[in-house]
C-alpha cells in the first residue's frame, strides 16, 4: 500500500471533513458567481456597479456559512439515520446565514457618526475598525434571494454526493474502523445485523466478546466470540481496536460500568446501548431531581403550523401527480385490462392512525385468481405477477392510486406503510407507536438498505420519522424516492 493511502487509512475523517470544508468553500463560492450572473441577466445589478462589491459580499456570504454550517454540526464525524439530520442542517444553517449576513451589513456599515457621549465616543472607533464598507443599498435584493436559493440547493447537492463518495471508500475498506460488540445476547446480535445491513457506515465488526463462558469461541452468524473480559486487553490490541459497542441493557450496572473503565484505561472508544433502549428510539428531556437524573418524554403533541403544512404538502404533492401522470395512470389501466381479467385496482383494508381501518387502492399487479392474503413476493419472477404487474412493482408505479388515499385524508404522502389488521393485531407496545401519525405512501424504510425486510421488522425508521418529523423532512423523503423510482428500485 502506498504511503498516501496509508495516511488516508489512519486519518480518514479529519481529512474528509478538511477536505468537505473545502468543497462547501467551492459550493457557497459558486452560488455567490452564480447569482451574480443572474443579477446582471434579471437588472437587479446595475452597469456602473463595481465588481469588487460583489466580490467583497461573497467574501462575507462565504465566511458567515461555514460558521453556520459549523455552529449546525455539519462538520460533525457523527452521522444519522440516512443523513436526515444532516440534508435538514443544510437548510436551517442556510437560512440562518442569510439572516446573519443581512444583521451584519446593516449594522456593521458606516453611518451617521455626529453622535456623541460617553458610550458613543467608545463605540465609534471600535466600529471604524469593524466597518465592512459594504452599502447595503447599493446591493441586488435579487442577486441576495437567488443566491442563497443556490446555497440550499447546490450544498445540498454537493452533500449527497459526498455521502455517497463516503459510501464508496467504506465498501472498497478505506476509512473503515475495526469495532467489538461486548455482549453477544440479543441487542448485540441486533447491533450486528446493522452493522452488516449498511457496511457503508465504516465500521468493520472483528468479534464479540462476551463474559459467559460458554460463548467464547461459538459464531453468531458470521461474527466469532473471541473472549471475554479478561481477554479485551489483547483484542484492542492484536486487532487494532478503534471502538467497542457495550451491548448489555439487561446487565447489572456494575458489570457494564467494569467495561467502560476498562475501555477508557485501554484508551478506546466505547458507546454504550443503554437500558430501556427502546424508549430512547423516542425523543427524550433529561430533568434532575437535586442529583437523581430522570428521563422523561416531552409533549407529543404537533402543533398547528405543523399540522397545516403537512397536510398542505400532501394535498399540493399528490393533485401534482394525480395530473401529471393521468395519461400514464389511463394507459396502465388499459395493459392490465388487456393482459388479465379482473379488476383494474387492488383494493385492500389497511390500518392507518389511531388503528382506524381504510380500503387502500393500489394497481393489480397479480393475476386476480391469486391469493392477495399470501406472502408479498420477494422475486419478480413469482408466478403471481402479470408481466405489466411486474414493470409496475420495479418502478414503484402500482402505489399511483394511493396519491387519491392522500387526497381523501386517509394516507399521507410520508409515514409509515399501513399494514393488515391482522399484524396490527400482533403489535407490541413499541410497534404500536406507528399508528400515532398517518401512514403514507413512502417513507424513510423505502428509501433504506432494509427495505427487502418486512414492514414491521424496521420500526427503527418509522419511530425516527414519528419523533423528527417536519415538513423539512418530508421534502427531502420525497426528493430521495423520486430518484429511488427513477433508478428503477421499486419493490418486487
Known amino acids: 500500500m502506498s504511503s498516501t493511502g496509508t495516511f488516508l487509512r489512519r486519518n480518514f475523517e479529519p481529512v474528509m471533513l478538511s477536505v468537505q470544508v473545502l468543497v462547501?468553500?467551492?459550493?457557497v463560492l459558486l452560488a455567490c458567481w452564480l447569482g451574480y450572473r443572474i443579477g446582471k441577466v434579471v437588472g437587479g445589478i446595475g452597469p456602473d456597479t463595481p465588481v469588487l462589491l460583489y466580490q467583497q459580499v461573497s467574501?462575507?456570504?462565504?465566511a458567515v456559512?461555514?460558521?453556520?454550517?459549523?455552529?449546525?454540526?455539519?462538520?460533525?464525524?457523527?452521522?444519522?439515520l440516512?443523513?436526515?439530520d444532516e440534508f435538514k442542517a443544510v437548510a436551517k444553517s442556510t437560512f440562518v446565514a442569510f439572516l446573519v449576513f443581512q444583521t451584519l451589513i446593516v449594522y456593521l456599515h458606516s453611518t451617521d457618526r455626529g453622535t456623541s457621549g460617553p458610550f458613543y465616543d467608545w463605540a465609534v472607533p471600535l466600529h471604524r475598525i469593524i466597518d465592512l464598507k459594504i452599502n447595503p443599498t447599493t446591493i441586488s435584493r435579487v442577486t441576495l434571494l437567488a443566491t442563497f436559493g443556490l446555497i440550499l440547493v447546490l450544498t445540498t447537492v454537493s452533500r449527497f454526493v459526498s455521502f455517497k463518495v463516503i459510501q464508496l471508500l467504506h465498501r472498497r475498506g478505506i476509512g473503515n474502523r475495526n469495532v467489538l460488540i461486548y455482549g453477544a445476547g440479543e441487542t448485540g446480535k441486533k447491533l450486528q445485523s446493522k452493522f452488516m445491513l449498511v457496511p457503508t457506515l465504516g465500521l468493520n465488526l472483528v468479534g464479540?466478546?462476551?463474559d459467559d463462558p460458554g460463548r467464547v469461541g461459538?459464531?453468531?452468524?458470521?461474527s466469532k466470540v473471541l473472549g471475554s473480559f479478561a481477554d479485551l486487553e489483547m483484542l484492542v490490541g492484536v486487532h487494532k481496536i478503534s471502538e467497542v459497542f457495550v451491548a448489555m441493557p439487561e446487565a447489572p450496572e456494575e458489570e457494564v460500568m467494569r467495561v467502560i473503565a476498562e475501555c477508557e484505561r485501554l484508551g478506546v472508544t466505547y458507546r454504550v446501548v443503554p437500558r430501556f433502549y427502546h424508549m430512547m428510539a423516542f425523543k427524550v428531556r433529561i430533568e434532575n431531581l437535586d442529583s437523581v437524573p430522570l428521563i422523561t418524554r416531552p409533549d407529543r403533541r404537533q402543533n398547528l403550523f405543523g399540522m397545516v403544512a403537512k397536510r398542505t404538502l400532501d394535498l399540493v404533492v399528490s393533485l401534482l401527480v394525480i395530473v401529471l401522470t393521468s395519461p400514464l395512470l389511463i394507459v396502465t389501466a388499459i395493459l392490465i385490462k388487456r393482459e388479465?381479467?379482473?379488476?383494474?385496482?387492488?383494493v385492500q383494508p389497511r390500518i392507518g392512525k389511531d388503528g382506524v381501518p381504510f380500503p387502500m387502492i393500489k394497481f393489480r399487479t397479480m393475476h386476480h385468481n391469486m391469493s392477495f392474503d399470501a406472502p408479498t413476493p420477494r422475486s419478480p419472477y413469482d408466478p403471481r405477477i402479470t408481466r405489466i404487474g411486474r414493470w409496475l412493482r420495479r418502478y414503484s408505479l402500482d402505489e399511483l392510486p394511493q396519491f387519491f388515499n392522500v387526497v381523501a385524508g386517509h394516507m399521507s404522502v410520508v409515514g409509515p406503510r399501513p399494514e393488515m389488521r391482522f399484524i396490527v393485531e400482533q403489535y407490541d407496545t413499541l410497534q404500536k407507536e406507528r399508528l400515532r401519525v398517518k401512514p403514507g405512501i413512502t417513507g424513510l424504510w423505502q428509501i433504506s438498505y432494509a427495505r427487502q425486510a418486512a414492514i414491521h421488522e424496521n420500526l427503527d425508521y418509522d419511530?425516527?420519522?414519528?419523533?423528527n418529523q417536519s415538513f423539512l423532512l418530508d421534502v427531502v423523503i420525497i426528493a430521495l424516492t423520486g430518484f429511488a423510482v427513477v433508478k428503477g428500485t421499486g419493490a418486487y
Open 24 to 27: 462547501d468553500l467551492g459550493v
Open 218 to 222: 461459538a459464531t453468531v452468524v458470521r
Open 65 to 80: 456559512c461555514l460558521l453556520c454550517f459549523h455552529a449546525f454540526r455539519m462538520y460533525s464525524p457523527t452521522k444519522s
Open 59 to 62: 467574501a462575507l456570504i462565504a
Open 463 to 467: 419511530l425516527y420519522y414519528i419523533e
Open 82 to 84: 440516512l443523513n436526515m
Open 340 to 346: 388479465s381479467p379482473g379488476p383494474v385496482f387492488f
Open 208 to 210: 464479540f466478546v462476551d
